[in-house]
């Protein structure tokens, strides 16, 4: 399953479960205005570790937060939807503040890009 520019859900998955670098990534809907953005992360370290993963401009007014990256992608939290099921009108436009084409580059080694495309996961998932 891939995203409106093309990134497959479980990459974005598997970053996400391992934590790496991920936190205030940013993305859009197809369908919502240009500055209509939204934002996921994982703070492990944060206030609150028994909730590490967070959604910001989503359904709820203060947030979203939760325990796994599955509770985060499954919740229901975007028009009463989740992003797995919206992960077709997602946008992704920056991992951790870097541009998806860099941060592709920089974590290819541990999260290889092309394999995902052909259905791969990260190894330990």
Same mark, same amino acid.
């Given at each position: 399953?891939?995203?409106?520019?093309?990134? %497959?859900?479980?990459? +974005?998955?598997?970053?996400?479960?391992?934590?790496? =670098?991920?936190?205030? !990534? !940013?993305?859009?809907? +197809?369908?919502? =205005?240009?500055?209509?953005?939204?934002?996921?992360?994982?703070?492990?370290?944060?206030?609150? %570790?028994?909730?590490?993963?967070?959604?910001?401009?989503?359904?709820?007014?203060? #947030?979203?937060?939760?325990? !796994?990256?599955?509770?985060?992608?499954?919740?229901?939290?975007?028009?009463?939807?989740?992003?797995?099921?919206?992960?077709?009108? +997602?946008?992704?436009?920056?991992? #951790?503040? +870097? %541009?998806?084409?860099?941060?592709?580059?920089?974590?290819?080694?541990?999260? %290889?890009?092309?394999?995902?495309?052909?259905?791969?996961?990260?190894?330990?998932?």
């Amino acid at each position: 399953m891939l995203s409106a520019n093309g990134i %497959p859900f479980d990459y +974005v998955l598997d970053l996400f479960r391992h934590n790496a =670098g991920i936190d205030e !990534t !940013t993305f859009s809907f +197809v369908n919502a =205005g240009a500055d209509d953005y939204h934002y996921l992360g994982c703070l492990p370290n944060g206030l609150h %570790p028994e909730t590490p993963y967070w959604a910001g401009y989503c359904d709820q007014p203060d #947030g979203f937060s939760c325990a !796994t990256a599955e509770d985060l992608f499954n919740a229901p939290i975007y028009g009463g939807r989740s992003l797995r099921e919206r992960w077709s009108e +997602v946008k992704i436009h920056a991992f #951790g503040y +870097v %541009p998806i084409e860099e941060f592709i580059k920089w974590h290819n080694a541990e999260f %290889p890009f092309d394999s995902y495309l052909n259905g791969g996961r990260h190894e330990g998932s």
